[in-house]
């Protein structure tokens, strides 16, 4: 495996990007719980980022009866594999989630009360996208908490944003190893 360097580039249609970048994805989708009684929706964003050759994953996503409603909200942390093309780009993450959110519980009196939960639990996710340009796609990335309040699975459709672009190619390329053996 070749050793990291931080700034080495990659030409693509004469441009240059950045082969080690961070990126982001923003979409939302479907999601199952054990404690609804139906789906829910869901919207959230992640921003996917490096330190070395590791990928870490950090996000908020929320949930509820329609988009923008919400009787759920996550945040997690996670650290994962990443491997990019041209044209693709495939990611795993797994690792911790914090949440917080409120069910509706009937009373011995038949009043509806809403019932308060918050903790912390495991989080994993897993991402593919095709790209229209080296920087821009749509993908898919199917997801799943496991914590003590409840189960939760699903899918979003995400829209990718890397900050891989560098410029136009130019006469002399330092950081493109392709060019300077």
Same mark, same amino acid.
């Given at each position: ?75 997690? #942390? !996670? ?24 069910? !509706? ?40 908490? #496991? ?35």
């Amino acid at each position: 495996m070749p050793p990291y360097y931080r700034k080495e580039e990659i030409l693509h249609e004469g441009k240059r990007y950045r082969l080690h970048n961070n990126y982001l994805t923003i979409g939302g989708g479907i999601l199952w719980s054990s404690i609804r009684g139906s789906e829910q929706r869901n919207i959230g964003a992640d921003y996917n980022f490096h330190i070395r050759k590791n990928y870490f994953q950090a996000g908020l996503m929320m949930s509820g009866p329609q988009f923008l409603s919400n009787n759920n909200v996550q945040a997690h #942390l !996670g650290y994962g594999l990443r491997k990019e093309t041209v044209k693709t780009n495939f990611a795993a993450y797994a690792g911790a989630t914090w949440f917080t959110g409120v069910v !509706g519980r009937t009373d011995s009196v038949g009043n509806s009360v809403p019932q308060y939960y918050s903790g912390v639990g495991f989080y994993i996710s897993g991402q593919a996208v095709t790209k229209f340009t080296y920087d821009i796609g749509i993908g898919m990335e199917v997801f799943a908490e #496991l914590n003590s309040q409840q189960s939760i699975a699903g899918f979003k459709v995400i829209l990718f944003f890397s900050g891989a672009y560098r410029g136009l190619k130019q006469k002399y390329n330092p950081n493109v190893r392709a060019e300077n053996p």
